[in-house]
Nanobody, 124 residues
Framework: QVQLVESGGGLVQTGDSLRLSCVGF????????VGWFRQAPGLQREFVAA????????EYGDSGKGRFTVSRDNYKNAVYLQMNSLEPEDTAVYYC?????????????????WGQGTQVIVSS
């Protein structure tokens, strides 16, 4: 069992940066693939980025390529999403999710554990 807590969201302006954090509570967090998803009002949840266990391979959705970087620190049981050059279209609730698999998952249904989300608002 893993519990996830996101933080780092807030209100920023176009072009600003934010770093989101996802802290995992559970002894096996370092064995989990961790993904970031986001959901804007009226839209479906979409894949943003994911990172494999042990700071392994990462995958990015179209929205994050070139602007977002996912990383992890297993000593701190944390995964981060560095978001640069933010745009109003990035406004959404951002969720982290985890699955105890040896791989990088990009589909929402593949994840077993979810955090409550952190709100990001980018003003123009």
């Amino acid at each position: 069992q893993v519990q996830l807590v996101e933080s780092g969201g807030g209100l920023v302006q176009t072009g600003d940066s934010l770093r989101l954090s996802c802290v995992g509570f559970g002894r096996t967090f370092d064995r989990h693939c961790v993904g970031w998803f986001r959901q804007a009002p009226g839209l479906q949840r979409e894949f943003v980025a994911a990172i494999g266990r042990y700071r392994g391979f990462a995958e990015y959705g179209d929205s994050g390529k070139g602007r977002f970087t996912v990383s992890r620190d297993n000593y701190k049981n944390a995964v981060y999403l560095q978001m640069n050059s933010l745009e109003p279209e990035d406004t959404a609730v951002y969720y982290c999710a985890a699955a105890n698999v040896n791989g990088v998952l990009t589909t929402e249904s593949q994840y077993d554990y979810w955090g409550q989300g952190t709100q990001v608002i980018v003003s123009s």
